[in-house]
């Protein structure tokens, strides 16, 4: 079964230390992973996918196929960079379907 | 360019009643999603459209059902609420099916009471 884990409900770190979400992921196939970010008050948005490789906002990711996961982290937090984080998972090709993990909400302290 | 737009933001029904929600892409996409968003289930798939066809279907009971019109405008609707349908639906829109990125609207709180 597909299936997407965040371990942590809630992350709470000070300004300027490093951060890590952690997501780990089932699937038997070739996923695609995504992080998704919720700001207060909006909407939800994409932060990064693993097949881009790209870092947004200083955030990176990387799948590991191996442990089967795709933790999000971030070398030094600011506090824009509080809130609730969601990793997703595309287990079918040509498919929207996205398969969500539970969040994890950041706290960044001043 | 105009986000995904959903309509109502917010409503209340009764138990029992039905109820449509509707979702305007991106000027340009051709599929919506739509999904569920409740604190004890979190984010859940409902199902997809695309080209006016429901490509994909998640685990949601017959009540649940939507369309997509020619414009890719969509609409889903519930039948006979129950309590438990009390959540944030949230639409999202892709170019194309699958593959790209994913668009999501602001959601329609609706309260079943």
């Known amino acids: 079964a597909q299936r997407v884990t965040q371990p942590e409900k809630l992350l709470s770190v000070f300004k300027g230390a490093p951060v890590e979400l952690k997501c780990n992921y089932s699937?038997?196939?070739?996923?695609?992973l995504f992080w998704y970010v919720q700001y207060s008050r909006q909407r939800l948005q994409l932060l990064l996918r693993h097949i881009s490789r790209e870092s947004i906002k200083g955030f990176t990711a990387d799948l590991n196929k191996g442990e089967t996961s795709f933790h999000l982290k971030k070398p030094f937090a600011q506090e824009e960079d509080s809130a609730m984080y969601y990793c997703a998972l595309s287990g079918i090709s040509n498919t929207g379907k996205l398969i969500f993990g539970q969040g994890t909400t950041l706290q960044v302290k001043p | 360019k105009a986000g995904v737009t959903q309509t109502p933001r917010y409503l209340i029904k009764t138990r029992g009643q039905q109820v449509t929600l509707s979702c305007s892409p991106i000027s340009g996409h051709r599929s919506v999603s739509w999904y569920q968003q409740t604190p004890g289930q979190g984010l859940q798939f409902l199902f997809e459209?695309?080209?006016?066809?429901?490509?994909n279907k998640g685990n949601f009971p017959g009540r649940f059902s939507g369309r997509q019109f020619s414009n890719s405008r969509s609409e889903m609707n519930v039948s006979t609420l129950e309590l438990g349908d009390s959540a944030l639906y949230l639409c999202?829109?892709?170019?194309?099916?699958?593959?790209?990125?994913?668009?999501f609207g602001e959601g329609s709180w609706l309260t079943v009471v």
């Open positions: 999202a829109s892709s170019l194309k099916q699958g593959g790209n990125t994913i668009y």
């Open positions: 459209y695309f080209s006016e066809t429901q490509r």
């Open positions: 699937y038997s196939g070739s996923p695609e």
